[in-house]
């Protein structure tokens, strides 16, 4: 195990680190830490520095406790690094708007140094101009409102599937969670892909290790200087591991599109303007449009470069989604008026036609809300890992240059100075507020905010709008027997993404128009 919140795995690090003790020991006296007015901090141990307050729970929710006794703004040494966490509305919006311009880093880690090929993914890279042209790609290629809008048919053909599925197990118990991420799945494969892939279900569990990797607490980041570790924890090994599948997949994925690339083109291209043909092209092919194209300064994409890019797609556009339409039927289900009126809602809007279709959902208005609500407490990403390109000044507080800086999503989300009793699930605190996650609310950073925002937002909540909708149109759902509401674990599995620690096994009763 190689994630922090064990104290086992502290104290065997502890063992490995005493031959290193020395350089360590070394490196920090040579450091001006006790001459800059750094925030407060926890009281930190020999070589390990706050690492072991951080055990014993997710990190996130070690932080969140950390802040009741040091702030909203700490400063914590993990192991060999210097890092700082944010925990209120107050802190989030210095970091993501007054210097905002400084913290657009994301920082190093092992884990994206080897899964996204050197760090070249759009969430992974360096802020600079590459970061600015691949995003830029995403971005206009199948991000933007309008492209979202035209995958809406497969959005609508891979939910009926999955309706149709439920409609054959009615009355008995389905993992609703392992339905909902292998549809979405099934849904960004064709965006991105074209099609559902034969290796689609290897790649998934490629992007659950991945995610668990990713998280940035691991020795091997806590400890950079010394690469030994890297090797000696086991951990490189596993993401090489994890690495040489995942590379395997999306080298057979662009080889067939190389393949079909020409013939493609030339049906597509007779008579077709620009966007016509941009209509009609997976993530896959705009990137190898791309790929060819000569971008912005001088800017070549290599396939590697492509691969990581990919990547970030597939992740992001699965894994999120899911764990939103995952926590949002988990609190209807703990809560069975708010089920009640969100299926009154969608049955009105969609009675008369019978079936659930995306032109409707923008009158899904309590629907909306209760997703705000999903979203706000059950951030994808529960800490957004940013870096400052410059040494600067925090009300106060010296932050050194290429620090690392967590913001807690979670907790910043909850912060009760700004919300009414944050750890409540209630939909209608949006009912007369304005509050909304488009990074302008900074007591509401699911999505981030500032240069880095999540770019994908419109794309990940046209997906949950529509899972949800169709969820609760279709059918009616009750635990199975011997499960109590009040028994669900509310808590996340470890990893980046806020996945919830349990699935969740439900039984659907279908409602009269299946
Ligand atoms: C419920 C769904 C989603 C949530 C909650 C979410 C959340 C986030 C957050 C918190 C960040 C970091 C932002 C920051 O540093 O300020 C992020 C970045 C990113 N997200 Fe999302 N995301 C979601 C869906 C998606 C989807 C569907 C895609 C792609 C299809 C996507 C692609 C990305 C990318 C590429 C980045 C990196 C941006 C950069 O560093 O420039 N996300 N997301």
Known sequence: MESVPSSLAILISFLLFVFTVLKIVRKSSGTNA?????????????????????SGDLPFRRLKELAKTYGPFMHLQLGGTTAFAVSSAEYAEQIFKTHGANFVQRPYTLASHVLSYDSTGVASSRYGAYWREVRKVSMLGFL?????????????????????????????????????????????????????????????????????????FHYADLFPSISLLHWITGFRFKLERVKRYSDEILESIINEHKKNRKEKKATLEIGKSREEILEHEDVVDILLDAQEERME??????TDNLKAVVLDMFTGGGETSATTVDWAMVELMRKPHLLKKAQAEVREVFGSKGKVDEAGLNELNFLKMVIKETVRMHPAFPLIPRGN??????????????????????QVNRDPERWTDPDTFNPERFLDSDLD??????EFVTFGAGRRICPGMVFGLATVEISLAMMLYHFDWKFPSGTKAEDLLMTEAVGITGRRVDDLYLVPIPYKNV
């Open 297 to 302: 300064n001088d800017i070549k994409l290599t």
């Open 34 to 54: 006790k001459t800059l007015n750094l925030p407060p901090s926890p009281p930190k141990i020999p070589i390990l520095g706050n690492l072991h307050q951080l």
């Open 389 to 410: 390109r410059e040494s600067c000044v925090i009300n106060g507080f010296d932050i050194p240059a290429n620090s690392t800086v967590f913001v807690n999503v979670w």
């Open 437 to 442: 996650f488009k990074g302008t609310d900074y």
């Open 144 to 216: 933007t409102l309008k492209k979202v809008q035209s995958f809406h048919s497969v959005r609508e053909e891979e939910m009926a599937n999955l309706v149709n599925w439920i409609a054959s197990r009615a009355g008995t118990p389905i993992n609703f969670t392992d339905k909902i991420y292998t549809i979405t799945y099934d849904f960004t494969s064709r965006v991105a892909f074209g099609r559902i892939i034969e290796s689609q279900e290897n790649f998934i569990w490629v992007v659950k290790e991945m995610v668990k990797y990713v998280e940035g």
